[in-house]
């Protein structure tokens, strides 16, 4: 639809416009050949040239799409990677720690073990020397 517009009046605010709507008006058929350029015939020679640049370019995003697909693949194993170096590090330094506490463990049972032994000891003492007297007696009697 073409339109048409007029001017109403001027205000302080801004202006007014009336926009008329009115149905396309044709002269006659409009010629498509004055617009448009005339397409020349190709040669094969520029048709073959043509085709080589297509495939060129063709080429040329393959080995872009395997070059980054490559990058990819690289960036996967560097990742495996470091999990199972991260993994592995985790490991050795769980088995560092419960190695450390079976040994601490081991130290103060033993700790505990020659502490009992030498309270027994002291104990054994302290009776001989208690009775050793009567020994000496019991022992005279004999």
Not at 44 to 62: D, G, P
Not at 79 to 87: M, S
Request: include cysteine; charge should be positive.
């Amino acid at each position: 639809l073409a339109s048409c517009l007029k001017e109403l009046n001027k205000r302080s605010s801004g202006q007014a416009f009336e926009v008329i709507l009115k149905p396309p008006s044709f002269d006659g058929v409009p010629e498509l050949n004055a617009t448009m350029p005339q397409r020349r015939e190709l040669s094969m020679e520029e048709i073959q040239k043509k085709l080589e640049a297509a495939e060129e370019r063709r080429k040329c995003q393959e080995a872009e799409l395997l070059k980054h697909l490559a990058e990819k693949r690289e960036h996967e194993r560097d990742v495996i990677q470091k999990a199972l170096e991260e993994n592995n590090n985790f490991i050795k330094n769980a088995k560092e720690k419960l190695e450390q506490k079976m040994e601490a463990n081991k130290e103060n049972r033993e700790a505990l073990l020659a502490a009992m032994l030498e309270r027994l000891q002291e104990k054994k003492k302290k009776l001989t020397f208690s009775y050793s007297p009567y020994l000496f007696l019991f022992s005279l009697s004999l």
